[in-house]
């Protein structure tokens, strides 16, 4: 078992080298679009499905309340899955719509949408296709093989693919890039609104 333990931290190490080496362009672009859509006044709405809603719930965690600094809340929604509204579009049977409703009575011109897919759920397109709709642009965090959620996103868009391939080493990936971006967007907006992008 010890040695089981340790293949799995070796796995894991292994890509987060590899995505230190491929990502951090992508982390750039979409912190860059976070704190642009956050100093205009408009919001972030966040979407994740499956085990990645949980790491949606701690980006507007982070977003709403704080990251590491006391500060003011950033503006956030969270599409939701777990509760009445999520509830009552699939007991109409409206699963594959069940954000893309959301999304669309809530997002406005000048909103950043940024989604969490582990996979190529179908859920997800949705909702990149209704912001498409609506001029809004998407943060994506995917993999490599989200070949349905990449023909989704448009030049403008931002996708952040893990090098992972193993659910459970995508969504680790996933929520290291949420902290990085996190990060990111406090240091841009608390200490250096004005610095130019390294």
Do not use: W
Not at 97 to 110: C, E, I
Not at 151 to 180: C, M, Q, W, Y
């Amino acid at each position: 078992m010890r040695d089981k333990i340790k293949d799995l931290y070796t796995e894991s190490l292994q890509t987060q080298i590899s995505a230190a080496e491929l990502l951090p362009d992508a982390i750039m672009r979409a912190a860059e679009k976070m704190v642009e859509c956050l100093i205009s006044g408009h919001k972030i709405i966040v979407c994740g499905h499956g085990r990645g809603y949980a790491n949606a719930q701690i980006l507007v965690a982070n977003l709403l309340n704080r990251y590491e600094f006391e500060r003011p809340s950033f503006p956030a929604v969270l599409l939701s899955l777990d509760s009445a509204v999520g509830s009552a579009i699939i007991f109409d049977d409206n699963h594959m719509q069940l954000y893309q409703r959301q999304f669309n009575a809530v997002a406005q011109t000048g909103d950043l949408l940024i989604v969490l897919a582990s996979g190529n759920e179908e859920v997800i397109v949705n909702v990149i296709h209704a912001a498409a709709g609506k001029d809004i642009p998407v943060v994506a965090l995917t993999n490599a093989q989200n070949d349905h959620v990449h023909g989704a996103l448009s030049e403008n868009d931002v996708a952040i693919a893990s090098p992972a391939t193993k659910e459970s080493r995508i969504l680790e990936n996933h929520l290291f890039v949420i902290n990085a971006l996190c990060e990111l967007v406090d240091y841009q907006i608390l200490f250096a609104p004005s610095a130019p992008s390294e």
